[in-house]
């Protein structure tokens, strides 16, 4: 699902509100979800699961291509840990 789907599908489940302000809505929560990791912080859904940042560190890799060794610097990678009641839909146990 992309995110026009997901507007959409928020704009036909209630009626009464305008596309215009669910496109708003939806925009708004990521830009939050987005602004926090940002700053380092967790952001928890409830039952769907949580949003955190971690730290790589700086390492020697290898470019495929060549074998040559590269030097990758430290950085921080958003990371998703799926909630029970999301892991338990996905594997069938309502």
Request: glycine share 8%.
């Amino acid at each position: 699902m992309i995110r026009s789907e997901l507007i959409q599908k928020i704009a036909d489940e209630n009626p009464h509100l305008y596309q215009r302000d669910v496109e708003r809505i939806v925009n708004t929560i990521f830009e939050e979800i987005t602004e926090a990791m940002a700053k380092g912080n967790r952001v928890e859904l409830r039952g769907f699961g949580a949003f955190s940042v971690k730290k790589r560190e700086a390492r020697t890799g290898r470019n495929p291509r060549t074998g040559a060794a590269v030097e990758v610097e430290e950085k921080h990678v958003p990371f998703f840990k799926t909630g029970k009641l999301l892991r338990d839909r996905l594997n069938g146990n309502d």
